[in-house]
T-cell receptor
Framework: NAGVMQNPRHLVRRRGQEARLRCSPV?????VYWYRQLPEEGLKFMVY????????ESGMPKERFSAEFPKEGPSILRIQQVVRGDSAAYFC???????????FGPGTRLTVL | DAKTTQPNSMESNEEEPVHLPCNHS???????IHWYRQLPSQGPEYVIH???SNVNNRMASLAIAEDRKSSTLILHRATLRDAAVYYC??????????????FGEGTQLTVNP
């Protein structure tokens, strides 16, 4: 029983580059959530997607960040033109239905040099 | 979002019970009480949730006050592996915002051998 998988686990980027974070939800789960944990801060919700649709992106910065969850393949969180302040742990979670328990992945730790 | 208040930290001895309190005096009738925990360098992990009645599962018990303004997560016999940050979260599954988990500061539990 594979849980939520995220890759890469660690990602290093220079300022101005793009970062692509991948998340494969638990098999059979069609609801995906992305959260960010800045150093010494708590987890903050970013975006909620349900197969090909963005349901709630109220926590996502308006610029440079985008997310998708295509019909086939993993969910992708994309950060364009990264800045040092984007350095954080990014966690993906999935659930089988809306409102149900969320299963979290191990996270991707992004470091921007 | 309804707010929760938890102690910043608590300590316990191994194999002793632990009672982690949470105050949520502004809880609404449709708010479920969820507990998640985050072990060091890992993603959060679901522990338990409830609405009005006390709940038990293999990990823990959740005791909910009669007026629902507070709850207590009970670990019956703490182990070293239970050392983590424990988050008490309210989710209103009757609202769109109920799709996301709003993490506060949580309680850092230290378990002494």
């Amino acid at each position: 029983n594979a849980g939520v998988m995220q890759n890469p686990r660690h990602l290093v980027r220079r300022r101005g580059q793009e970062a692509r974070l991948r998340c494969s939800p638990v098999k059979g789960h069609s609801h995906v959530y992305w959260y960010r944990q800045l150093p010494e801060e708590g987890l903050k919700f970013m975006v909620y997607l349900q197969k090909e649709n963005i349901i709630d992106e109220s926590g996502m910065p308006k610029e440079r960040f985008s997310a998708e969850f295509p019909k086939e393949g993993p969910s992708i969180l994309r950060i364009q033109q990264v800045v040092r302040g984007d350095s954080a742990a990014y966690f993906c979670a999935s659930s089988v239905r809306w409102g149900e328990e969320q299963f979290f992945g191990p996270g991707t730790r992004l470091t921007v040099l | 979002d309804a707010k929760t208040t938890q102690p910043n930290s608590m300590e316990s001895n191994e194999e002793e019970p632990v009672h982690l309190p949470c105050n949520h005096s502004t809880i609404s009738g449709t708010d479920y009480i969820h507990w998640y925990r985050q072990l060091p360098s890992q993603g959060p992990e679901y522990v338990i949730h409830g609405l009005t009645s006390n709940v038990n599962n293999r990990m823990a018990s959740l005791a909910i006050a009669e007026d629902r303004k507070s709850s207590t997560l009970i670990l019956h016999r703490a182990t070293l592996r239970d050392a983590a940050v424990y988050y008490c979260i309210l989710r209103d599954v009757g609202e769109t915002s109920g799709s996301r988990l709003t993490f506060g500061e949580g309680t850092q539990l230290t378990v002494n051998p």
